[in-house]
């Protein structure tokens, strides 16, 4: 029985090839690689040449550039969240589910929670740093005999998840921007815009289009770009804060009301469950934690980098959410009326009763559209790199179309656009249903925090052995962390699939619940229809691992006597 003992070896050789990362006695694979603009020169065995011989140890080649430096990836992490964008598209959620005590302590509690799921994530990247992501991570981590179905399901719950959070991100700017719109009055509460079913499309297809073509176009000023978003973001939050908050037209509520008012009167739901509920509000706005290993392939030191970019901006995330979210509540109107909207967008409205003024009120509002647009090129950015690395293994029908890399851009061209005509495909429910984004935020959500479980659960069912070589290893809190990601993912899972409120009509069902099914039974059909015969996962080139494995062993023990 030897070859469970090789892939054991294999796999402990894969764990530790990490890092030839770090060994600066390495060839260069890459030495004659342009190098994109900001990007630091670090010498023909710098970083990011040992980045790109870990890439190869790993069965891949290095097809795109390794621009991004630890701040940089960072930013683009914090752009993808675009936190307080992201929190003021969902704020119905849990002004529905509990009102104040939903918006902040929910916010709180599900930020620690995706700090634990982010640190999870960062240990098991730093072992295995790929744009593959999770999906990669689960086929290394498993056993044989499940590693196939494991990273199926894993890859397709990530490009679905991906796919739909961006859909959801432009879709939510679209109907966010008809609702700033609205803050110009004919007469009171009847805005100038009637935002018909085909006006709403129409926008979503511009902001889609706009998206795509800056992410294509303009990939090597990105990096500057998710820069200008993070002072762009906390200017506009000083703003928001201090206008809403000294203004107060119509007053302030007292702390008591701010921290500790819970009505779950407008769900239906029991007082608990009306609160869980109500949580879709930060799991949404924090869903794009793992997008970011996406981005593996063309960060300088990503072993190191990636893990420490996800963690400290769940932090910054976390600060600046509260920041934005607390002065709202303390001048909040109504929580009934704000339930009671049509457009199901109460920030704006928020912000005209503090501040009295239509023009002030779009002034504030700028922005967040302007952060939005941010955030819908991030996401289309990140999801067109994890749809490239499964088409790249042939996980998707077409993958000799989509796993190209277009070599003047230096981007997946084909993946991108397909995922675009996939996004505006996927747009035209909203004809059907005024529910749509619920159901694109729903799924995305659901299905991002699947294939975040998917490797972290294997990790803990193995005892953790693979990612105690890591750079980015927890020990003891590891276990805590994983525990904890894993029972989020339990309820989660069921619960976002649930209605906001009930009882229940079908305007306004939750649809999630039903793409979510349908996902799952069509990735499973077409596995055993096709992936069982012709899916063979990431490429494993033993040989490869060894060999780096040798050389990170023989560059340490060189750094040691030196």
């Known amino acids: 029985m030897a070859t469970p003992v ?13 890092a030839a990362e770090n060994d600066l006695h390495r060839r260069s694979l890459a030495k004659d690689r342009k190098i994109s603009l900001g990007a630091k020169s670090l010498g023909e065995d710098g970083g990011r040449n040992s980045a790109d011989d870990l890439l190869e140890a790993m069965g891949y080649k290095a097809e795109l550039l390794r621009s991004r430096s630890t701040l940089q990836v960072a930013f683009m992490s914090f752009v993808l969240a675009s936190i307080p964008y992201g ?35 960062g240990e098991i990247t730093s072992v295995y740093p790929t744009s593959g992501g999770v999906y990669y991570q689960t086929f290394m981590l498993a056993a044989p005999s499940y590693r196939l179905i494991m990273s199926w399901i894993c890859g397709w719950a990530f490009v679905v998840g991906n796919i739909t959070i961006t859909l959801a991100v432009n879709f939510g700017t679209t109907l966010f921007f ?40 303009g990939n090597k000023w990105l990096p500057y770009l998710d820069t200008f978003a993070i002072f762009w973001t906390f200017a506009g939050l000083i703003c928001i ?40 509000h930060a799991a949404y706005a924090t869903s794009s934690t793992g997008m970011i290993i996406s981005m593996c392939e063309e960060v300088q030191q990503p072993a190191t980098q990636v893990p ?23 001048v909040m109107p109504n929580q009934a009326d704000l339930v009671a909207l049509v457009s199901a967008q109460p920030t704006p409205v928020i ?36 749809t490239w690395a499964f088409a790249r293994d042939g996980a998707i029908p077409g993958s000799k ?18 995922i675009m005509v996939v996004e505006l495909v996927l747009g035209l429910i909203y004809f059907g249903s005024s529910a749509a984004f619920n159901a694109f935020s729903g799924v995305g959500v659901i299905c991002l925090t699947l294939s975040y479980a998917c490797p972290i659960l294997i990790n803990l069912i193995t ?34 699939c649930m209605p906001t409120a009930i009882p229940v009509v079908p305007e306004y069902m939750n649809y999630a619940s039903v793409v979510f099914f349908a996902f799952f039974v069509v990735a499973t059909a077409w596995y055993f229809v096709w992936g069982k015969k012709n899916y063979q996962g990431p490429p494993t080139h033993e040989d490869a691992v060894l060999e780096a494995r040798r050389a990170s062993v023989i560059s340490q023990e060189g750094k040691r006597h030196y």
């Not at 090789?6 to 990490?18: G, K, N, P, W, Y």
């Not at 809403?244 to 407008?266: T, W």
């Open 351 to 386: 912000i005209k009763s503090a501040i009295g003024s239509s023009g002030g009120t779009i002034a504030l509002l700028l922005p967040l559209l302007v952060l939005a647009l941010f955030c819908g090129i991030g996401c289309t950015t990140a999801s067109s790199r994890c």
């Open 87 to 121: 929190l003021a598209t969902t704020l119905y959620y849990p002004l529905v589910g509990g009102g104040p005590v939903d918006i902040i302590w929910g916010w709180v509690a599900v930020s620690l929670i995706i700090l634990c799921v982010a640190a999870s994530l």
């Open 178 to 217: 008809a609702a700033c719109i609205n803050v110009f009055e004919t007469e009171p509460e009847v805005g100038i815009f009637e935002a018909k079913p085909y006006q709403i499309y129409l926008i979503f297809f511009a902001i889609t289009l706009l998206c795509n073509a800056v992410a294509a176009l």
């Open 308 to 330: 420490k970019a996800m963690v400290a901006t769940i932090v910054l995330n976390t600060i600046a959410g509260l920041i934005f979210l607390i002065p709202l509540v303390f």
């Open 241 to 280: 804060v201090v206008c809403v908050l000294a203004i107060a037209k119509n007053g302030r509520h007292d702390a008591a009301y701010v921290f500790g008012e819970f009505d779950p009167s407008n769900s239906g739901w029991v007082p608990g469950w009306s609160f869980c509920v109500g949580l879709l």
């Open 6 to 18: 090789l892939c054991h070896d294999v796999h402990d050789a894969q764990s530790d090839a990490f």
């Open 463 to 496: 005892g953790r052995k693979q990612v105690t070589a890591g750079n980015f290893f927890l020990g003891k809190l590891g276990w805590f962390c994983n525990i904890v990601a894993v029972s989020w993912s339990a309820l989660a899972l069921p619960l976002f």
């Open 401 to 418: 179309w989509w796993k190209q890399v277009n070599p003047k851009l230096d981007v997946p061209l084909n993946a991108m656009m397909m």
